[in-house]
């Protein structure tokens, strides 16, 4: 049985893919779909002799993410008519800054919600000004408001309620309760301009940022996608300063474990210590795009709970969340 290193293999060397049979495209296919990676794939693989079948798949899929990308890019213009009035930078963050700046990393991506970094002390200001435009409450529940509000590092989500677009406005890239308190006003400070007023966060911004999404937060779902990302950055931007950006965030030891795993994931450097139990982790699909290993994506599950919030709190979380199941 495979894992998904077949799928980073053909995404850095799409030659990888000659020779395939039809077990071989369905596992490659299936893990591309399981990991939102199809439409990077179908980018990559543009142009190679594909059999009839995977060829009219991929074609799908580049369209998918076409439109995906049209549509991330509207409604960032949304949200800039919306914001127009807020003294404040609004930065584009994740897959809508890499389509907005035209990154190699927004190259078939899947983008899901539109996500926006604002400083804090507008955070009351913007949320008014989204409100009037037209997006509502997502969690109408009020524990989750008071929740997000006083620990989270993003308002409670909004969708507008005729486009049906989700948005996240951070004023942060990680918890309020995280053990790592990354320094806001200097991500901001550096942010990059676009056209017609939006922002990015700077090259390093993006790639420290995407080392925090992945390995100070959550259970690295979609994990090999958030590493293609920083493949991607790396390769365009290199890794000049990055280390000491890093350290100013207290993000140095997630940076240098994203930077290990781009190299053994999408490189020929083996995994060693603990980093060879996150690519088993950021490896798990089977030929069918099924998550695999369960123990090893249980103990990550566990471990993204323990970073987000100290064990009292935490527990008296699940306690509330439980009671109001």
């Not at 983008?111 to 002390?121: E, K, Q, S, T």
């Not at 009351?124 to 409450?137: D, H, K, P, S, Y």
């Not at 190299?263 to 982790?281: T, W």
Request: aromatic share 6%; charged share 25%; net charge positive.
């Amino acid at each position: 049985m495979n894992d998904a290193r077949i799928l980073a293999r053909a995404l850095t060397d799409p030659a990888s893919i000659v020779g395939l049979d039809g077990d071989g495209w369905t596992a490659l296919l299936a893990m591309a779909r399981a990991e939102q990676l199809i439409g990077t794939l179908a980018m990559r693989l543009d142009g190679l002799p594909l059999p009839g079948a995977v060829t009219a798949i991929l074609a799908d899929a580049r369209a998918a993410a076409e439109h995906g990308r049209r549509a991330a890019l509207w409604e960032a213009e949304m949200a800039r008519r919306a914001l127009s009035a807020v003294d404040c930078p609004v930065i584009l963050l994740k897959g809508t800054a890499f389509v907005a700046a035209g990154l190699s990393a927004g190259q078939g991506r899947a983008i899901g919600d539109l996500d926006i970094l604002v400083p804090r002390a507008s955070i009351g200001a913007v949320e008014t000004a989204l409100l009037a435009a037209g997006w509502e409450w997502v969690k109408p529940d009020p524990y989750d408001d008071v929740y997000y509000r006083r620990w989270m590092h993003e308002l409670p989500p909004l969708i507008h309620r005729e486009r049906d677009r989700m948005i996240d406005v951070h004023h942060t890239i990680l918890p309020l309760t995280a053990r790592i308190t990354p320094d806001a006003a200097a991500l901001i400070e550096g942010s990059v301009a676009l056209e017609k007023g939006l922002r990015t966060l700077s090259p390093n911004g993006m790639l420290i940022h995407a080392a925090a999404h992945l390995f100070a937060d959550g259970d690295l779902a979609g994990g090999l996608r958030n590493l293609w990302d920083i493949h991607c950055l790396v390769n365009e931007f290199g890794t000049q300063d990055l280390d000491a950006e890093a350290r100013r965030h207290g993000l140095q030891r997630e940076v240098s474990r994203s930077l290990r795993l781009v190299a053994a994931v999408f490189g020929d450097r083996p995994a060693h210590g603990l980093d060879r139990l996150y690519l088993r982790r950021i490896t798990a699909r089977d030929d069918w795009g099924r998550p695999i290993r369960p123990i090893t994506r249980l103990a990550f599950y566990v471990r993204s709970h323990w970073l987000r919030m100290p064990p009292a709190m935490l527990i008296r979380h699940l306690w509330t969340k439980w009671r109001k199941a």
